[in-house]
């Protein structure tokens, strides 16, 4: 018998799973194509049917049931390129260096297994940021490659600091050969949005020391802070001009799964590489590409191209758009934490997450040393056990030494997060009083 | 300028492209998925609404957008073992067995690649059969294994014969090291359906020769022949008893994308494991599953639970089950080919394709080795410059020396099948005039 009623899950990010809704013009979007009979009623808008019958115009017999060419569907290969130049102010955007895929991390994974030389004497380096969400993590180890952790700058902001990326590289001498630099922003699970500035430094690093840049830019819809804008490397790379813009190898990954459309389960995402070894760009683009579904390929044409002014969808999209859930949430977890003695939160000026450092009082570290469990991973589970709140402790992200955090996704309707927040609250105030 | 007005593309399996209509229970279901807003209108069947709210019963917050479970859903993963296991007529399945995947192809691939040892001295060898289609032939040899023809014997209706499969194992000796055999049933090209007999042949076979059998059975709902049926490798490796059922290591691959509903667009298959080595069934449970969309699992519970006899889909379902457009398409595409002089089919008594062996005239190879092309090839590249239809060269499928063949779907609209014989036919016999 446990002490609460039911379990409230934030650990992921993995929105729809948190009683987010799914937007109706995408999901209205695939079934048309998916059912067309539901076209010839006019219950569904205009803009819906036409963008229905665009995109099934694009399958062999105006079907999603047909195979698509194994690369992806050129013409929504296009209208991405499109999108990524408008959503860049204009930079160009080559469709042939864009792939598509079943989600961010396949691609990002096979990106790291080409890059990985299995037989030079040193193991393949490459830098990650401290925190770093797990599945990089996993995909770097188990291809046989080693992780060289750069801090991030908590008191900061979460700043990524060069003098930080050149000590992490010079730690690496000698253990293994650091060929990649891998970012993500905006921050998971950290919420900082880099500035333009930083963009800027840290491509003069990648620069000097000939690291490739691995940009991980799935939050680039999901920026909350007031002062906080989202710049693709790519824009701050081309702006920089030669010899940045077209020596600094780059790839940028994107996913439907994450920000605001949140359909984690159609599984489709796409990787642009920027002056990318022929070598690389030749192993990806003869990956198999069979394995990205229509729909995930349809959806990334939905997320990229959103009803416009004007388009009779536009009004409820721009009202779900605008109605600032996620803002909400997020100040009200910000105050929630903020509130709270032992608790402290930086900034969450972007991403699905936050972050907070927990000060854990030595009574707890201690039995938490006794039941041999890390202290913040004690922590959530006393959480877990006492409230039925499933978070994450900051150690599956690593941390600083001796530092502690706890994480949880924002991305979830604003009756989960003020349930999770009020158990977060009571529970934190008995934990710090019985072990004061 | 062409002569033809429009191409005519019979060379993939890929019915919707070629005019097949998607099965109406299918679609509906999907798109109440979706979009579950069309189940609150009564326009969708009840059993349609109700297979709509259990699939989505089993996703996280009832959604199609929130992760699936690593390994895919685990109640579709138990209701497909169940339809196994009825498939077999009882014959036990361990869901922990079954392996979704974004396609047979996917799931084949990565069991060779595991197989697959590049450290021996000797190259690993699979045994295929010839005719055998590309797909399996392009994954054997791009992972650095050795491809070991057996022929099929066309005089005998592309019978499977061991004292080939003895043949082509001797002929591997010294060049590499067989470890896997290969079989496809029904036939792709050649449509074969084997029986309890031949299927128990070669898994004694495998069996005495400790290999893999990797058995391709994506077109098992396809059997016209009026004394054919298909009967499951695994089935009759059950019915064998053992020391047979617990040793003879098989993996049996199916797939939404062939068949009757011919779903390519949607990216869904499996494999059975049964007897295989833990590491491989390892190394397949560790894959990241993460590939395969919601949708695709949910076509898969679909196409292996269809409606039945009392809901109220089953009426029209069946009427298109049996309307056996395919019985009449390959009786009229053997008819008009075996009323050719120059032309035999064998019966076709399953799978997607026809594969009619050309008796080309010696001026016909004559010309074709002048234009430096393979004779079948040139036969093929004719037909298209001529009337526009797109089939492809027996060469392309490997083949007995000396002999040609065309491989075609019927798996298309009566329509376009008609077009295409029609064409084939005048064409045919011109060719044949013109190189006599």
């Known amino acids: 018998p446990k002490p609460y009623k039911e379990l409230t899950d934030v650990c992921w990010g993995d929105p729809h799973s948190l009683g987010v809704k799914p937007l109706t013009f995408v999901r209205q979007v695939l079934a048309a194509c998916v059912y067309p009979e539901l076209m010839s009623s006019h219950k569904l808008p205009l803009d819906v049917r036409q963008r229905a019958q665009w995109l099934l115009g694009k399958c062999e017999g105006g079907s999603i049931g047909s195979y698509p060419a194994s690369a992806g569907i050129p013409e929504i290969i296009q209208r991405m ?40 004497p040193l193991r393949t380096g490459i830098l990650i940021p401290v925190p770093c969400h797990v599945t990089t993590i996993t995909s770097i180890t188990s ?137 690389v760009v030749n192993y990806i683009s003869n990956l198999n590409y069979d394995t990205t ?72 570290i201690q039995k938490a040393k006794e039941e041999g469990m890390q202290p913040d991973t004690f922590y959530c589970m006393r959480l877990l056990e006492e409230t039925g709140v499933l978070i994450t402790p900051g150690c599956e992200y690593r941390q600083k030494e001796g530092t502690y955090h706890i994480r949880f996704c924002i991305m979830a309707s604003q009756d989960t997060i003020n349930k999770a927040l009020k158990h977060l609250a009571t529970f934190h105030t008995k934990f710090m009083k019985d072990f004061s």
Not at 109 to 114: E, S
Not at 294 to 310: E, H, I, K, T
């Open 143 to 279: 291809l046989g490659a080693a992780v060289v952790p750069y801090f991030l700058s908590e008191e900061h902001g979460w700043a990524l600091q060069v003098e930080e990326l050149q000590r992490a590289l010079e730690s690496a001498k000698g253990g293994c050969n650091p060929i990649a630099l891998y970012v993500i922003n905006p921050g998971n699970p950290a919420g900082y949005v880099q500035s333009r500035k930083s963009i800027q430094e840290v491509i003069r690093f990648a620069s000097e020391k000939r690291l490739v840049l691995l940009a991980d830019e799935v939050y680039q819809d999901c920026v909350y802070g007031k002062n906080s804008e989202f710049v693709s490397y790519k824009k701050v790379l081309a702006e920089m001009g030669p010899p940045f813009s077209d020596t600094v190898e780059l790839a940028s990954f994107h996913s439907v799964s994450k920000g605001f459309m949140g359909e984690c389960g159609l599984r489709g995402g796409y990787v642009e590489l920027v002056n990318l070894d022929p070598n």
């Open 293 to 364: 579904s229509v729909l995930a390929q349809f959806a990334l044409d939905l997320m990229m191209n959103p009803p416009r002014p004007g388009d009779p969808s536009y009004p409820l999209y721009n009202q779900v758009r605008n109605a600032n859930m996620l803002v909400q949430n997020v100040k009200m977890a910000h105050e929630v934490v903020n509130s709270l003695p032992g608790l402290s939160c930086q900034p969450v000026e972007g991403g699905a997450f936050v972050f907070p450092r927990v000060f854990l009082p030595p009574r707890a």
């Open 81 to 120: 390129s499109k999108s990524i130049a408008r959503r860049d102010g204009g930079v160009p955007c080559n469709p042939e260096n864009v792939f598509i895929s079943p989600g961010s991390q396949w691609s990002l994974t096979n990106i790291i297994h080409v890059l990985v030389n299995d037989e030079a």
